[in-house]
């Protein structure tokens, strides 16, 4: 028989799901299976934004005409929905956008490989500040570019980064003739660090220098409990070279509808509109509306939503058996295991875990400094279920005591 060719190298060269030894374990428990490894929230989106229920279907029948809702729609997004991304980027996040500079998104993920694909080509280097999100070193492999990671918020959290240039210092490390970007999140998936002005300043400037682009995942911009959330593109050095994603699915708790969108320079989303256009074509735009509906109505969800989770945080740090830094933003605690480890990778611990019927992310997936931590999502139940798992997590840790 005919052997068949061989696999594209992306397809060959991305790992599998770092869950699925973990999995394995957690189907041998047989009751109430908790999982802390996504990052979702238990909380409902705004009614307003809600599918089939009062208010948005209520203002869909009023508004457009129901063939309109499954009809293709604009390539860049509704054009409502683009309008109130405009404005509020501009108001909210200072970034000097026209509403050419917005893309709609099927989610962050599909924004950050699209703006991939427009800036880097096969062989270039992408800077990922570490700890990162485990989804942009697979984004860049699919893309053939080389992700370099590069230790910054957990060196700046143990203090071991101070001055004006160390960022800068540290950045320079990773640094070769092939670089041609830096991603960063903030606030940070997955330990919450919130970059302040003058750090972003410092990124913003090796950029300038070095002329890269930059990457910017700020999908938990609205939940900062601790210093204050400055999207980088809003600085003068970073403004005509950054690409700044956003996420209704951290916002607003719609992860399942797969809405984000990308903010840029006109002419860099221009291009970028070309990449989603071959990937996706366009976003539904009856999912467009729930999210023109969740901006609309949604400051009483946030405002909430920051309240209980910040309070989720509290309580998960100080029941925890594994000390636990309060995250500046998002929704992660960072757990070091390292003591627990046994020099192992921590994937034992997890399994463990696992097996009693609680689910962590990985510190592998966030980096290869990281195979000893671990990260909890405490806004991904509520908090009697979070409560819980986090008594399961510490009896699998009494019982596997730290060397």
């Known amino acids: 028989m005919p052997s068949l060719p ?29 999982s802390l490894q996504i990052g979702d929230t238990y909380r409902d989106p705004p009614l307003a934004a809600r599918l089939g229920q009062q208010g948005f279907t209520a203002a869909d029948a009023a508004e457009a005409q129901a063939r309109e809702l499954y009809a293709y729609a604009a390539p860049a997004g509704w054009p409502p929905l683009i309008d109130a991304i405009a404005e509020k980027v501009r108001q909210q996040n200072k970034l000097q ?6 893309q709609v998104t099927c989610g962050a993920t599909h924004g950050l490989s699209c703006a991939v694909a427009t800036l880097l080509n096969p062989g270039d280097e992408l800077l990922v500040l570490s700890p990162h999100w485990p989804l942009i070193s697979g984004i860049a492999q699919a893309h053939q570019v080389v992700p370099v990671e590069v230790d910054v918020s957990q060196a700046l959290l143990a203090g071991e980064l101070s001055g004006d240039d160390a960022i800068a210092a540290r950045l320079a490390s990773g640094l070769s003739p092939r670089t041609k970007a830096i991603y960063l999140g903030t606030p940070n ?22 002329q890269l682009w930059i990457l910017a995942d700020e999908v938990y911009e609205h939940y900062v409990y601790r210093g204050q959330h400055v999207s980088i593109g ?20 719609m992860a399942g509808l797969r809405l984000g969108y990308v903010v840029g320079p006109d002419d860099v989303i221009a291009a970028l509109r070309k990449i ?18 969740a901006m609309r109505a949604g400051d009483e969800f946030l405002a909430q939503a920051r309240e209980e989770y910040l309070a989720a945080a509290h309580a998960a740090a100080a029941t925890l058996s594994v000390p636990s830094r309060l995250p500046h933003g998002s929704t992660y605690l960072f757990l070091d295991l390292r003591p627990w480890c046994a020099g192992q990778d921590g994937m034992n611990v997890l399994e463990n875990f696992a097996e009693a019927g609680v689910m962590l992310a990985p510190g592998s997936a966030f ?21 819980v798992g986090i008594d399961r997590i510490n009896a699998v840790l009494a019982r596997q005591a730290p060397r």
């Open 234 to 253: 809003s600085l003068p050095e970073a403004a005509a070279r950054t690409l700044t994603v956003f996420s209704f699915s951290k916002s607003y708790g």
């Open 367 to 387: 980096g290869a400094a990281y195979a000893g931590f671990a990260r909890l999502c405490f806004t991904a139940v509520d908090a009697r279920r979070l409560a």
């Open 276 to 293: 989603s256009n071959y990937t996706v074509y366009n976003v539904p735009q009856a999912l467009q509306r729930a999210a023109l509906a």
């Open 6 to 34: 061989p696999l594209s190298l992306a397809a060959a060269s991305l790992p599998p799901s770092i869950f699925s030894r973990l999995y394995e374990r957690l189907a041998r428990f047989s009751g109430d299976a908790i």
């Open 189 to 210: 998936n997955p330990d919450g660090y919130v970059y302040d002005e003058a750090q972003l300043r410092q990124i913003a400037q090796f950029a300038q220098a070095h």
């Open 97 to 102: 956008i026209s509403s050419a500079g917005v």
